[in-house]
């Protein structure tokens, strides 16, 4: 089975503090993609990549950055994290990038 | 803007009944179709994919797909309370991260 694991469950951040949200898959894939989750707004993309080294940006990456130093780690980083940062961060993974995403189980990030 | 809609719900369907999710796309050029189901404060979950035109069954699911319509469903038979989730579709072009509809909330009441 595909494994996509996330560092942390729930964070909680204060306002003007850096955060790194960590993501490792186990099954080789090429692909990996954070997103956000908010209620009545759907899943958004925050950024992609598609392979080591190289990043995209999805449709809302406006405070985030990310990294992918090795194939199966990709992290999402927050600057300085804003109370509308708050939200519910998803981490996938897939072999192609027509083919099926894998989600790790989430983190719920409160910014106070 | 590639958009896929989705009826928000709830749909509320008694146990035992057959529930009919729905979902439009807008890029003609779309090639891949994803259900996932989502339990409240999970994280999405595959249950079904297609990429052809036509019917596809895993059990008790069923996914539709229409190219030409532009529309693909889920069908899910003899529901079960556990069923009870909201269904995300998800759609992707050749190349290109999938784009997800908001879900659509089903309610299966015992």
């Known amino acids: 089975d595909v494994k996509v694991t996330q560092s942390s469950r729930y964070l909680v951040k204060r306002t003007g503090e850096k955060v790194f949200l960590e993501c490792v898959q186990d099954m080789d894939h090429e692909n990996m993609f954070w997103y956000r989750q908010d209620p009545g707004l759907g899943l958004r993309l925050i950024y992609f990549s598609y392979d080591v080294k190289m990043k995209e940006k999805g449709d809302i990456p406006e405070g985030y950055s990310v990294s992918r130093e090795k194939k199966e780690r990709f992290s999402l980083i927050l600057e300085s994290a804003s109370t509308n940062q708050t939200s519910m961060y998803l981490c996938?993974?897939?072999?192609?990038?027509?083919?099926?995403?894998?989600f790790g189980q989430g983190t719920r990030l409160t910014v106070v | 803007q590639k958009e896929v809609e989705q009826n928000s719900g709830p749909l509320s369907v008694p146990e035992g009944a057959i529930a009919s999710l729905n979902c439009t796309y807008s890029d003609r050029g779309s090639q891949s179709f994803f259900w996932y189901r989502q339990y409240s404060g999970k994280s999405p979950e595959l249950i079904m994919s297609?990429?052809?035109?036509g019917d596809k069954e895993d059990g008790r699911f069923t996914a539709q797909l229409n190219k030409a319509s532009q529309y693909v469903s889920l069908l899910i038979r003899d529901s079960q309370p556990s069923d009870s989730a909201t269904y995300l579709c998800?759609?992707?072009?050749?190349?290109?991260?999938?784009?997800f509809g908001k879900g659509t909330r089903l309610s299966v009441i015992a």
């Open positions: 297609i990429y052809s035109n």
């Open positions: 996938a993974s897939s072999l192609f990038m027509n083919t099926e995403a894998f």
């Open positions: 998800a759609v992707n072009a050749r190349n290109t991260p999938l784009v």
